[in-house]
């Protein structure tokens, strides 16, 4: 059975990520939800080790009584009885970004789901928000969910790869599409993701078919974004494109790629201004060189 660790602090758009993780553990028997809050109530150094042993079980306690009345809520909101998901809480006392990494380990947990805590632009939602701190420290997936989401059932995936590793952690993607059991459709930004193709000679047929024989999933294809020159170097405006073009349900993408990350975190101003993005993220961290 799978786990996925949904983290909460009882905000709005934590809300949002639970109740997603609700509704695909509802529809799926072999995932096991560890819904996680780390209380982070501060405790003096100086406390005597008694007195500070107790404070920390109280507020632990204190922790765990919100937690089960907020999950009980959710539920409820979503017509979903308790014996219908299989779940556990988890309440820990202390910082969260220390904890979530130990619970990730101590699970084995497969993913995150979670808020994206105020982000409202593709790049806010990257580099914005807490939620970064989790994909760059966290060696496991993390499916983001913005606080402006409006939940619809997960039919079609997309992977903005580069085809320098496109293989590299491509299986996290696989296994995400086939647990939603959605179309899984690669893209390719010319000319930043990394290079521009030749799309008169490359076989995409031959290339997405070996794809499928690899990674034994055959809901599969792959799409060129073609940007107009003066865009040619904006990946975020070719994400944009494939986005309002296509309307994926989840957008995923790998994050070690230092070029690729550049490129997205100096995009125009007037277009981060006019777009933004309503889908979820699905963050993954490549092996390799991040520096």
């Given at each position: 059975m799978k786990k996925i660790l949904i983290p909460t602090d009882f905000s709005n758009n934590a809300a949002k990520a639970v109740k997603f993780a609700m509704r695909l553990g509802h529809n799926s028997a072999s995932l096991h939800l560890v819904f996680f809050h780390a209380t982070q109530t501060i405790i003096p150094t100086q406390t005597p080790s008694r007195l500070y042993a107790e404070i920390r079980e109280n507020d632990i306690e204190e922790g765990l009584a919100k937690l089960k009345k907020e999950i009980h809520q959710h539920l409820k909101e979503?017509?979903?009885?308790?014996?219908?998901i299989s779940s556990e809480l988890v309440v820990v006392q202390g910082d969260f970004k220390e904890h979530i990494n130990n619970e990730v380990k101590r699970l084995g947990a497969t993913l995150i789901i979670m808020g994206t805590c105020g982000a409202s632009g593709l790049q806010k939602v990257l580099f914005g928000s807490n939620t970064v701190d989790v994909m760059e420290k966290v060696d496991c997936p993390v499916l983001a969910i913005p606080d402006n989401y409006k939940y619809h059932a997960v039919k079609h995936i997309a992977y903005a790869a580069d085809f320098l590793s496109i293989e590299e952690g491509f299986e996290k993607v696989v296994n995400l599409a086939k647990m939603f059991e959605a179309s899984l459709e690669i893209f390719h930004v010319d000319s930043v993701l990394p290079h521009r193709i030749d799309h008169q000679t490359f076989d995409k047929t031959h290339f997405v078919d070996n794809l499928k024989r690899k990674f034994g999933y055959e809901s599969m294809s792959l799409?060129?974004?073609?940007?107009?020159?003066?865009?040619s170097d904006d990946?975020?405006?070719?994400?944009y494109a494939y986005i309002a073009r296509r309307h994926p349900s989840i957008l995923a993408m790998a994050t070690y790629d230092r070029i690729w990350i550049e490129k997205i975190i100096s995009p125009s101003v007037t277009k981060e201004m006019m777009f933004q993005t309503e889908i979820p993220l699905f963050a993954?961290?490549?092996k390799g060189n991040q520096g």
């Open positions: 979503l017509d979903i009885l308790p014996e219908e799409e060129f974004v073609e940007m107009e020159e003066e865009d990946a975020l405006a070719g994400i993954f961290r490549k």
